[in-house]
């Protein structure tokens, strides 16, 4: 019940194409839902992160697209460049905070 | 504004050793946690210090243990080093424990 289940495990996108990647999770006691880009040999950077009070959040090229009914969100990242290409991890944590649980991760490559 | 720092970046150790890792918290933030991540995993939730107490931890054994100082900087101690506990290390500050998480470099840990 405290899993985030996050696919694909890889992505290959061409250059101005749209990446997405899905998270599920099961607790519904989590109310916030970021999003961590990682560079090797970096820590992760928060990216954009949604509660669940709202369906959609933009920011620039990275859209999350939240489904509290099927506790389904999404990253969607618009126009890809080389630089996104990085690690992706979904998190999810509950209202009490501490611990934030972390998807697999999905390592994206956009090619030029 | 400074970030989140951690030392040292990289280390070797041998089993049955001890070490310490070190972080200082990003200006402002009160709440410290710690993560351990595998390589090619997402990071696992080690634990949380709010204000000095410990407030979280995850499924860790005790030879894991941690401090939080006045400054809001922190340690953590691994005890009796095991080959499973060579990974990256994150240390991440937050302005409270249920606020957005700030990811500090990471500390590379390697058990041979």
């Known amino acids: 019940q405290q899993q985030v289940k996050q696919s694909p495990q890889s992505l290959i996108v061409q250059k101005g194409g749209i990446s997405i990647i899905n998270c599920a999770y099961e607790?519904?006691?989590?109310?916030?839902f970021p999003w961590y880009q990682q560079f090797p040999g970096k820590g992760p950077a928060l990216l954009i992160a949604?509660?669940?009070?709202?369906s959609e959040k933009k920011e620039g090229r990275f859209t999350i697209s939240f489904n509290k009914s099927a506790k389904q969100f999404s990253l969607h990242i618009m126009d890809s460049q080389p630089g996104d290409s990085a690690t992706y991890f979904c998190?999810?944590?509950?209202?009490?905070?501490?611990?934030?649980?972390f998807g697999q991760g999905t390592e994206l490559s956009v090619k030029p | 504004e400074t970030g989140v720092t951690q030392s040292p970046t990289h280390l070797i150790k041998t089993r049955g050793q001890q070490v310490t890792l070190r972080c200082s918290s990003q200006?402002?933030?009160?709440?410290v946690s710690w993560y351990q991540q595998a390589l090619g995993q997402g990071p696992q939730f080690i634990f949380q210090?709010?204000?000095?107490?410990?407030?979280g931890r995850g499924n860790f054994p005790p030879r894991f243990s941690g401090l939080q100082f006045p400054n809001y900087s922190s340690e953590l101690n691994v005890n009796a080093l095991e080959l499973d506990d060579s990974a990256l290390y994150l240390c991440?500050?937050?302005?409270?424990?249920?606020?957005?998480?700030?990811f500090g470099e990471g500390s590379r840990l390697t058990v041979l």
């Open positions: 200006s402002g933030h009160n709440t």
């Open positions: 607790n519904t006691a989590f109310d916030y």
């Open positions: 998190a999810a944590i509950g209202n009490q905070g501490g611990k934030l649980i």
């Open positions: 210090y709010y204000r000095e107490e410990e407030n």
């Open positions: 991440a500050s937050s302005l409270d424990p249920i606020r957005e998480l700030f």
């Open positions: 949604i509660r669940p009070d709202v």
